[in-house]
């Protein structure tokens, strides 16, 4: 079978046949078109291509799930025996659905094919910019490609779904070094709908590799403070993922979310409004129905501190009986602030400008803790030098409540839309 829709359908007809009432199935084709780059000379074009084909069945709210990676008859009937299998030796779970009947809808955004001369042509020009601009700069790995998605999902309650999705992503990971000392490595990277514009140009990448030029020599963060924390748009991401860990089915079903109880309710400080964008005409790289069976719809997850909405699936909404989320987080941004960066740096007397961070996730309670990496010391409103790696601690629902200023300038990553964000209170600890 060569036709995907066929494929789908022939899916959903077997595991119907098989004796298993609800039935869903996803197909994903992926193609991608990449130009590598390594020690600042190219070293690699290549195409790839990707299939995957999830089939999912239930029988008495028991559910079983098969993924594989081939879409001829004799492995979509292999995998329906397996799903049939897991299904009827699972527990059954009264949250087990699949979604509702929608209209069917076919989806496409992007270029459908790449500009291989003009991938060719910016990855060179990027080189040769690195080079001449930032001598000291070592370019480790540096990735361009272009990524075309096709994506089908039918479930027996008749939704059908179609997508198409071409957009161009960037990668470069780098350090700096002179004589025997070097940076931390670092590295950025966005999506976009075409390449217009150098590479250098797009999201903070001609920043980050500035930076890093000043980061050859580090100095320690003097002792232990409680401080502030200006948080860049790039490291901003971390937090935003451990949020959304929050409120998310893991930890709204075992109850371990600091957010459990605190829709509608002020969970940060009111200059905060996050929303999640995933079907914007902002958001190159974003989704148009969810991985169980929804269209995506844009929303509003924090406005003026109040939590507006979880980011609960179809499961996690049943298994709580709190409110379904209209997408499934991601393609973050941010309402701009008031303050300038430079206002906020000068408002700072003793913290740091937190460019990454190095940890793992903040326990059940919110704490967390890290090392700041590629990260500055401000002292009496000034960036006075860069830091060696510098531990910070503190709590996330904390961090959230103690915002004093977010920027008015913003990074657009292609997929997020980020600004720079003031925290107080936070414990920053040097040698």
């Known amino acids: 079978m060569r036709n995907r829709r066929d494929i789908t359908k022939y899916c959903i007809d077997a595991l119907l046949k098989a004796g298993i009432p609800k039935a869903q199935c996803i197909l994903r084709d992926s193609s991608k078109d990449e130009l590598n780059a390594e020690k600042g000379e190219i070293s690699l074009l290549r195409t790839t291509n990707d299939t995957s084909l999830s089939l999912t069945g239930m029988i008495d709210d028991k559910r079983g799930s098969v993924s594989i990676n081939r879409t001829d008859a004799e492995s979509i009937d292999k995998a329906v025996r397996e799903v049939l299998e897991l299904a ?3 527990k059954p779970d009264s949250a087990n659905d699949i979604s509702e009947m929608q209209p069917s809808e076919e989806f496409q955004k992007g270029p459908g094919e790449p500009d291989l001369d ?32 096709r994506s089908f999902f039918l479930n ?18 780098f350090t700096a070094k002179e004589g025997k000392e070097s940076s931390s490595f670092n590295y950025s990277g966005f999506s976009a709908g075409s390449l217009d514009r150098e590479l250098y140009e797009y999201g903070s990448m001609d920043m980050l590799m500035r930076k890093s030029t000043e980061q050859i020599r580090t100095s320690h963060f003097p002792g232990k403070i409680v401080g502030d924390m200006i948080i860049t748009p790039d490291c901003l991401d ?9 409120l998310s089915d893991h930890s709204l079903i075992t109850g371990t979310s600091i957010y459990k109880d605190s829709l509608n309710e002020l969970i940060a400080d009111p200059q905060l409004t996050l929303h999640s964008r995933p079907v914007s005409d902002e958001i190159a790289s974003g989704y148009f ?34 409110p379904k989320a209209v997408n499934s987080g991601g393609a973050y941004m941010i309402d ?9 740096i000068e408002s700072v007397e003793k913290g740091i400008l937190m460019c990454r961070i190095s940890g793992g996730n903040p326990s059940e ?67």
């Open 88 to 90: 009827e030796s699972s």
């Open 365 to 431: 309670n919110g704490d967390f803790s890290g090392v700041a990496k590629n990260s500055y010391y401000i002292e009496n409103g000034e960036i006075m030098y860069p830091i060696k790696e510098t531990m910070i601690s503190s709590n996330l629902g904390k961090v959230l409540k103690n915002i004093r200023r977010i920027s008015s300038e913003r990074i657009d990553f292609g997929n997020e839309i980020l600004p720079w964000v003031q925290i107080g209170d936070i414990t920053i600890s040097g040698k």
């Open 156 to 173: 027996s309650n008749g939704v059908d779904f179609e997508s198409r999705h071409g957009f161009y992503g960037f990668m470069a990971m």
């Open 238 to 246: 971390e937090f935003l993922s451990a949020v959304a860990m929050y």
């Open 118 to 149: 003009l991938m060719y042509d910016r990855i060179t020009a990027f080189l040769d910019y690195s080079r001449h601009t930032y001598p000291t700069l070592i370019l480790e790995q540096v990735i361009l490609d272009f990524v075309s998605k």
């Open 289 to 322: 129905f969810t991985g169980d069976g929804f269209k995506a719809e844009n929303s509003t997850i924090i406005e003026n501190g109040v939590l507006k909405t979880f980011l609960l699936g179809l499961y996690g909404a049943h298994k709580t009986g709190k």
């Open 336 to 344: 701009a602030g008031k303050h300038s960066l430079d206002e906020m």
